[in-house]
């Protein structure tokens, strides 16, 4: 599998203008993303490249060779999701992750990292709720989850199921343990393939 990053955009008409299929990731700061992407491509650092200085307000966009599939990007949008009623979500970044969302023919689907240690907050049943309005595939990943005993993942399943906004199923993660990994590969292979429904 290769992988590597692309480039980072600060503007729509920056977006890369190879038409593959596109997975957007969001999460707050330090729910596990770069580890989860590093061990989804089996690569040691590359995700933290987003991190850097000056690449935590644009779409870092991160160009994937699979094995045996096509290739496609992940675009990851940090910190998306998660400021919705402050002023961050009216800054220029907001706008431009927003414009970027509202694109008829992209991203093909999101997937929506949560800790899953932590209850659901206003703002991330906000998100989720949009996310259902959206309608395109999105997948809720709860992470870490070997920080939690079986009864606990199963209760956070539970919490992050949200039946009122129709969530999919929720699924459990683990960068440390490699659990989840599959799961998340099975729902990119659906989308990509347009057999994933939006909810
Ligand atoms: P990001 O800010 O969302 O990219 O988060 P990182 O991937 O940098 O992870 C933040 C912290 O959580 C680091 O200290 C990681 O070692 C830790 N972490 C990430 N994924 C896992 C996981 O699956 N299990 C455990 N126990 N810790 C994790």
Same mark, same amino acid.
């Given at each position: 599998?290769?992988?590597? &990053?692309?480039?980072? %955009?600060?503007?729509?008409?920056?977006?890369?203008? $190879?038409? =593959?299929?596109? =997975? /957007?990731?969001?999460?707050? +700061?330090?729910?596990?993303?770069?580890?989860?992407?590093?061990?989804?491509?089996?690569?040691?650092?590359?995700?933290?490249? +987003?991190?850097?200085?000056? !690449? @935590?307000?644009?779409?870092?966009?991160?160009?994937? @060779?699979?094995? !045996?599939?096509?290739? &496609?990007? &992940?675009?990851?949008?940090?910190?998306?999701?998660?400021? !919705?009623? +402050?002023? @961050?979500?009216?800054?220029?970044?907001?706008?431009? =992750?927003?414009?970027?969302?509202?694109?008829? $023919?992209?991203?093909?689907?999101? #997937?929506?990292?949560?800790? /899953?240690?932590?209850?659901?907050?206003? %703002?991330?049943?906000?998100?989720? /709720?949009?996310?259902?309005? *959206?309608?395109?595939?999105?997948?809720?990943?709860? @992470?870490?989850?070997?920080?939690? +005993?079986?009864?606990?993942?199963?209760?956070?399943? !539970?919490?992050?199921?949200?039946?009122?906004?129709?969530?999919?199923?929720? =699924?459990?993660?683990?960068?440390?343990?490699?659990?989840? %990994?599959?799961? #998340?590969?099975? *729902?990119?292979?659906?989308?990509?393939?347009?057999?994933?429904?939006? /909810?």
């Amino acid at each position: 599998m290769d992988a590597h &990053f692309v480039k980072s %955009v600060f503007a729509l008409k920056d977006l890369p203008n $190879d038409r =593959i299929p596109e =997975i /957007a990731v969001a999460g707050k +700061s330090n729910v596990g993303k770069s580890s989860l992407l590093n061990k989804i491509l089996n690569k040691r650092s590359l995700a933290k490249t +987003s991190q850097t200085p000056g !690449k @935590t307000r644009c779409l870092n966009f991160f160009h994937v @060779t699979p094995e !045996k599939r096509g290739p &496609f990007h &992940f675009v990851d949008l940090p910190g998306y999701g998660f400021a !919705k009623v +402050s002023q @961050t979500m009216r800054d220029e970044w907001g706008k431009l =992750i927003d414009a970027y969302l509202a694109l008829n $023919d992209r991203p093909s689907g999101v #997937i929506a990292l949560f800790d /899953a240690r932590r209850e659901p907050t206003d %703002v991330d049943m906000d998100w989720i /709720a949009w996310l259902g309005e *959206w309608g395109r595939p999105y997948l809720v990943v709860l @992470t870490k989850c070997d920080k939690l +005993s079986k009864n606990e993942q199963a209760q956070s399943i !539970k919490r992050w199921t949200l039946d009122e906004l129709k969530v999919h199923k929720p =699924i459990l993660s683990s960068a440390q343990e490699g659990i989840g %990994v599959d799961k #998340i590969w099975q *729902w990119i292979d659906e989308v990509r393939a347009g057999r994933k429904k939006a /909810a």
